[in-house]
């Protein structure tokens, strides 16, 4: 046998094993076999929610939208000039397929038609936002709608009510747009699905079923109540940051002050003396002397660092999730963002079970309605869980970001039948855990800014008096 021959076997070899590895792989398909969503993240566990919700026919119910309805129509802008009853002149906007779609609904209004003109593109309007209606502005329209229909007034006036009341102009144009669907006999629920992202999925799936039951002051009694809870939630997370945030704010000016101009007037009186710097009075001086000459490539630097955070934290998935995940992990702002997250999901969670709202749809609500790349992934392997018979405690059992009280009541919720009053009750004490934690990161904070203060200040003056006293001590 020839030589060369016998030592190309083992290449040979090895190159026939990968490519039979390689054909067993192709010949196993993914969807052949059981895959674990508990070791799925990023984009294999996109893939596979999406894989399970077209095999699935609980993801099979498609919203009900008319034929002559293109939800991604763009609308056509319009300026108008109408008078009303009282004769006064009424000036305003109205977004519709074509300039008939605005006459008609000026004139259901009452309005006498003056001018309408199409809005050029010139005609801009300078509005920053996203376009959804905030949490305040939310509640507050949902308290006056419920007290309006109590009052046995019609929803179409109820919504005319609403938007003559306001005298916030993009508010006025997306209710006027309600009114319009209303107008055409669209549902409630449609009509508020039509704006977009102005009202969020929760509401218009609470809205869905209370239309089914017939009770809709009830239940837009009961958002009202949600989001007041959500918006107190928020504000006071923000108060708790706003006094710490400016002491900060103020270190961090008393500090710049101090070193670009105090510091500086005692360099010429080292230099004069001939005075021997030790290294923190040299490294003080050095900084001051950076911040005087090189002022603008540190705000270039700083403003590049923040822009570029932002920018990450808004587009990188892998990113926000990183700094999500260190923030959960960190000591006392972990407790903060868990308990909140775990709160505000098991209270909208509660809200849906309670009104009949499909398990699988309320899983696709609460992965709209949280930031947090944590819950979404949780929510996503519950969904692929629940798809493939697993009970709901078992697809939330073993994740570090749901805490351990709160899977116990989903166990004893599922066992007992009673899992939206288990939800509710979980929501309550993670809400007083979320204030208890925001609470204590408060006590925290202030003592640290202060220490921080205190320790920089002293820091520099200490820089500067060795100096001085070693001058003294040569005299």
Partial sequence: MNASKVLKYPGLYFKRAGQGV???KNLIKPSDVDIDPTKLYGEDLKQELEKVKAQSS?????KEVKEDYDPKQKLKSYRYVCKNDAGQIVKGIFDGRDEQDCRV?????????LEITERGKGDIDISFGSGKIS???????LIQLSTYIKAGIPLIDSMRILSKQTSKEHLKRTYDKVIYQLVLGEPFSVALERQGEAFPSILINMVKTSEMTGD???TLDEMADYFTKTETTKKEMISALIYPVVILIVVIAVLIFMVVKIVPQFVGMFEQNGAELPAITQFVLDTSHFFTSYWWALIIGVFTI???FRWSYKN???FRRSMQVLLMKSPVFGKVVINGEVATITRTFSSLLNHGVFITDSMEILMNLTNNEIYKEILSRTLIGLSKGSKLSETFKGEW???????????????TGQLALMMEKVAEHYDMLHHNAVSALKSLLEPMVILLLAVSVGFILISIMTPMFDMYGQI
């Fill in 22 to 24: 390689s054909y067993l």
């Fill in 58 to 62: 609980e993801f099979k119910n498609e």
């Fill in 105 to 113: 609904f000026l004139s259901n209004e009452g309005y006498e038609i």
């Fill in 135 to 141: 949490t305040g502005d939310l509640s507050f329209a």
């Fill in 216 to 218: 809709l002051a009830g």
């Fill in 306 to 308: 923040v822009f570029t």
């Fill in 316 to 318: 990188i998935r892998e």
């Fill in 401 to 415: 970001a749901f805490p351990v009280v709160a899977y116990e009541m989903i166990v004893t919720g599922e066992s």
